[in-house]
């Protein structure tokens, strides 16, 4: 096939000349799904799943299929409806009203969705974080949100500083001791009643609160509202392109915005049965979750489709793929030899969508109905403006390589980062929201990501901000100074590499090195602990004091340094 140019394929939801079709497209149209065009009030728990639950024809169908190698679990719309509801009634038991934050920090268990959707039936703010966070990355997010209840597991509380933390009143453990000193999920479960006035809503009312990283300072919380729900709905249909009977599988943990954008509200505000897959990754088990499911629409990412591609063709012959339909990813650039390969594999062709944690949702995809050219993101869906701007925000031509941006105001764009309004006001140029992305625009309309323009890393297809690493690296009692950046790598996108000087009185040693990264990967996660290490005499600063990091980049790569015009003496 000439990988060139993928011909269209159908789809359920009629996107050919979308342009055409959709020229006069407003966001305004897709509000009559939902209760607002009635009532003039929203939650978006209840469009996800008490809608179905009441419908007689859906209510028995499987929401959630959860499967992992200790448990197998199926919840109807029904189940998850009065499951959450139990849930929103132990908090509101607790005193958790409209606007309070409630975190999660659990890996993915039915447990972890029924309390999701009961914040939000109660109108709080829910803020999911990833099990593999340490001690310091929980206390920054829980200390700037200013968190009021956590709901946790005994295996993860240690990793709580529940004594430093004055707005957290109270913690609920989802599968610990009832009798414990913590509130217990089970134990209020049981108690609670299935019957719940959800909070009715305005469009512009918080909904989630998901930390990301920039290259500076510490991890910001994206803000977003429950508007949000109009194109996770619509890109359900347009981009995963979604029908009744589907059965759903996203790969992505809910500690990240994938997770929740398309992990939770795409797939059920169209009603479809979701599998959520605990553990970790192998070969067989994520082939097995197809064939023994049925998956019929898959959405994961680069880094896990390059994965199964090194485990060989052998692998995947071993599994009956032959209920999927639909491949999407996200997260890094996607390969054109990934594509290829899932021509070979599964015969359909793997569409790329790009976005971010700050858009909420999708905006540069490849539909089903489109012809897709490997290695471009896409197009921008129907409502959403894509350019590519100058950094004074003025448009560049075709083939020009630039900013990527989008024109303000699409329906899941954040609202807020959360304390720091400043942060937000930055993304801001000439009424463009910059992504950080550098990217050019064909003069078909296709756009191709060349990278990213600030220092963030992207790690199998996590985003990690240099800043923090660097933070933690430097509370190390043998590090004096770090500076941190990504290294292209085959199978990761990139992986972290730092650069540190050490402290006077220690000597360079593999123990040593060892001990640092343990120290990172202990304090902070470990998709953010450093696999290499090099010790160097110092590291290159401007004269304002700011690290180099292209500079340490170019090194790396053996690249010739640009101006080095503010580089210190
Ligand atoms: C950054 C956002 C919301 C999706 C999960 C990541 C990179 C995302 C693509 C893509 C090339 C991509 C960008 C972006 N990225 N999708 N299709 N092709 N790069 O969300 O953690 O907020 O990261 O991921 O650099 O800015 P995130």
């Known amino acids: 096939m000439d990988m060139k140019q993928i011909p269209a394929r159908s789809g359920n939801h009629n996107l050919q000349n979308y342009q055409q079709t959709y020229k006069n497209f407003n966001w305004d149209e897709v509000k009559g799904n939902f209760t607002w065009s009635k009532t003039g009030k929203v939650n978006i728990a209840y469009e996800t799943i008490d809608k179905h639950a009441e419908d007689p024809s859906k209510k028995n169908q499987a929401a959630l299929i959860y499967t992992s190698p200790d448990r197998e679990e199926k919840l109807t719309f029904e189940e998850l409806k009065k499951k959450s509801n139990q849930f929103a ?12 934050r409630v975190f999660l920090f659990m890996h993915r268990s039915p447990e972890f969705y029924a309390a999701f959707l009961g914040i939000l039936k109660t109108g709080a703010i829910a803020g999911p974080l990833f099990e593999a966070f340490m001690e310091q990355a929980v206390r920054d997010r829980l200390e700037d949100s200013e968190a009021k209840m956590l709901v946790t597991t005994p295996e993860l509380i240690d990793r ?14 989802v599968g610990g001791d009832e009798s414990g000193s913590h509130i217990s999920f089970e134990k209020e479960m049981k108690n609670a009643s299935e019957e719940f006035e959800i909070e009715w809503l305005d469009l512009e009312d918080g909904m989630l609160l998901h930390y990301t990283s920039g290259s500076t300072g510490k991890p910001k919380g994206v803000y977003h509202v429950h508007n949000a729900m109009l194109q996770h709905y619509q890109t359900g249909k347009w981009v995963l392109d979604l029908k009744d009977d589907d059965v759903y599988w996203c790969t992505a943990d809910p500690g990240w915005v994938t997770g929740t954008s398309y992990g939770i509200f795409a797939p059920w505000l169209n009603g479809v049965t979701n599998v959520v897959r605990g553990g970790r990754f192998s070969p067989d088990d994520w082939y097995g979750t197809i064939a023994d499911q049925d998956v019929s629409v898959w959405y994961s990412a680069p880094t896990a489709f390059r994965k199964l591609l090194s485990a060989g063709a052998e692998t995947a012959k071993k599994h009956d793929l032959s209920s999927l339909r639909h491949v999407l990813s996200v997260g890094e650039p996607l390969n054109p030899e990934v594509i290829a390969w899932g021509l070979e594999a599964f015969d359909l062709r793997i569409h790329d969508t790009w976005w971010m944690t700050e858009t909420g949702a999708m905006l540069i995809c490849n539909y089903p109905t489109m012809e897709m050219r490997p290695g471009s993101m896409g197009q921008p869906l129907p409502g959403i403006e894509a350019s590519i701007v100058d950094n004074e925000g003025n448009e560049l031509p075709a083939n020009q390589m630039g900013n990527l941006a989008i024109k303000e105001g699409w329906p899941s764009m954040m609202r807020a980062v959360w304390n720091n309004p400043g942060k937000y006001e930055s993304y801001f140029v000439n009424g463009w929201y910059v992504s950080g992305d550098s990217a050019y625009k064909d003069e078909d309309g296709y756009f191709w990501f060349q990278g990213r323009l600030d220092d963030v890393i992207n790690t199998s297809g996590e985003r990690v901000g240099p800043f923090e690493v660097e933070s933690k690296l430097i509370e190390h009692e043998a590090v004096a100074e770090a500076g941190v950046i990504g290294k292209p790598d085959p199978e990761r996108g990139e992986i972290i590499k730092a650069f540190i000087t050490l402290r006077e009185g220690y000597q360079k040693s593999d123990e040593l090195l060892e001990d640092i990264r343990q120290f990172v990967k202990k304090g902070l996660s470990a ?40 580089l210190e003496e």
């Open 160 to 173: 709580v500083p529940v004594d430093d933390l004055p707005h957290l009143e109270k913690i609920i453990l």
């Open 89 to 100: 009634n132990v908090l509101k038991k607790n005193d958790i009203e409209k606007g309070d």
């Open 527 to 566: 998709h953010a602990a450093p696999r290499e290490i090099e010790i160097t005499d110092t590291i290159p600063k401007t004269r304002s004091g700011k690290i180099m990091r292209r500079l340490l980049k170019s090194w790396e790569l053996g690249l010739p340094t640009g101006d080095t015009s503010t």
